[in-house]
């Protein structure tokens, strides 16, 4: 429906007499709105266009219409037409006026004006019990968006208003003061503030109860929904996330309001469990929920299974106001007799109800409360508990789904659980196997960039840079085949034996042959204990999940030369080769292909030397980076890898880097799925 044309008559008036004040000159501004559903919206548009109107033609007074005045004028307006529009149902005048008064000191105010031709019927909110609008039933607010609020928003804004009555019309105006645009704007005085605050409580939308139908989990509703919650807890890795999530599912379908504690893994039973989530259906009610039950936290006897337990609510049914005369005595002797009956009726269950009479009830009603083991693999993991306001006891049918769910949130947080382990040791597994610090080399700055391809998981790249006698740096980039802890062996055998290799003063290719011998020794001794292992089972083929160890190294050796630069010896055993870019933005490879060390015993392996002069930088990468891959392409064809480094020229190492990591996670749209590994040395 297109918005509604308006014709605004402007017009200069006399002083004229509203509420029996009577106020200077008057410039009005006037409209007619029929009583439909849009005239509200046309008043506002209308109300901000004669504001700036009046502000385009230089009235003084103009000066005062700050941003508050206008919000406020078409609040009113809104207000005033909705109320015409709902109660009367007629045409709507509305008159925009705006008085000025001179003097000494000189004041202006807006005169909101709304007129219908229905006065027979009261302004929604004018008199006590009315009714509302047709159709509501007896007790049930109206919608404010649909009905307005009545006239307290009005009365909370305005300087003044009235309801003026004549034949056959009835007239509601509101005098709203401007700004004094005498003396420089100040800030909000504690009056205005005040006005402010309660406007702003009168349109805050009203928070509304969930309306549940327990009939539907008795049929196709129980599976659908325990379908749906075991999709959204299947692959979650954290247990707070799934607390999270399983107590959103709860509230507010099944219950008002939830709470979950886990326990503390491997604190033993004298260890505190932890309130993991808190839930209730209005926002406004979790914090206090939140204080009432970190007081004590829920425990279960031990003999309780995964069934519901019964436990009282965490907060007094009837809280005990402020009072010391007589009567307040007594009704707080009152609640200390119903708390103590409380506290009794829980100590079969082993629930003590942790509350005083004065703690915050978030509810404001007493419900019914259900407490669940959550268990998995018959080891307790924490507990839900439940609640529902205003009723006696929660549903048997409910009360057995929210059972069957707990029984697949166990489950969701024990593989939370296994997985937080197996992460937390391959973390410490994987700061063992990797250097805690690389060595500085004297006229060389190095970058290096390390991404598992797993969070959590050990990876097969690894690297290394340290010193060695003679004045000797050596460093190392290496691939595992494979990942996880078969990688992590071969990465845990071969790091070592390399210091220990290099630091004997093996060169280069004597380094990679030594490993390459003893990479086949450990691989022989392995397959020797497999075949032991089959044997003993009668000639059984065993699948224990074994890998091949070998794998692919560049090492090199770097030693300053005294004018400047280094001396580079590299050797690649099945890596993908180093490149050497220089100055001027060329390119080319620093070393030879060769084999993976690990597979062929009789084999030498042979090093290829160049200087790194200064300016020149050496890019030293694993397959993650060369073979990453888009589609049917990879990063390296038509050698990708080399036209991004040539970009490189002139940049430091961190800047080459950083360009050359952008470009490897920028040339697909998913992430690696490889380890990316690469070390960048730049001879200052």
Known sequence: MAPIPLQRDTVQRPGTTCAGHVHGPRLASRTSLPGIPLAPSAARRFVRAALAEWTG?????????????????????????????????????????????????????????VTDHHPARPVSGDEPGDPGPAGAHPGELPDPAEYGRGLQLVATLADSWGITYRTGLKTVWARLPVDDWSAPPAPPDGEALRRGLRAAEILAPAARRTERDDAVWDSRGAPAFLAEASDLLAGQLDEDLVAAIAGQLLVPRLADWCAIWLEAEGGGPAAEPRLARVWHSDETGTEPLRAALEREPLRLPAGVGSGPVSVPVPWPAHPVEEDHGENGADREENGADREEGRSQGAEGCGVREAASVRAPHPGGRDGAALAFRITAGGRALGTVLVGREGVAQVPEAVASLIEDFVRRLGLAV????????????????????????VADIPGVTSSLVYEPSDDGVVGGDFYDIFPCPGDRWCFVLGDVQGSGPEAAVVTGLARPWLRLLSREGFGVGEVLDRLNRLLLDDAMEAAEAAALMVAAAGGRQLHDGTQSRFLSLLYGEVVPLPGGGVRCTVASAGHPLPLLLRPDGSVRPAAEPQVLLGVVEDVAYESQDFDLAPGDTLLCVTDGVTERRSGPLMFDDGDGLARVLAGCAGLPADATAERIRRAVHEFAERPPDDDVALLVLHAD
């Open 414 to 437: 024990g593989a939370a659980r296994a997985y937080t382990r197996q992460a937390t040791i391959s973390r410490i597994l994987q700061r063992g196997l990797l250097p805690s610090k």
């Open 57 to 113: 033609i230089g009235v003084p007074a103009a000066v005062g219409f700050s941003d508050r005045l206008a919000d406020d004028a078409v609040t009113v307006t809104n207000e005033l037409v909705t109320n015409a529009v709902v109660h009367a149902g007629t045409t709507v005048d509305l008159v925009l006026g705006l008085e000025e008064e001179g003097g000494d000191e000189p004041s202006a105010a807006l005169v909101l004006e």
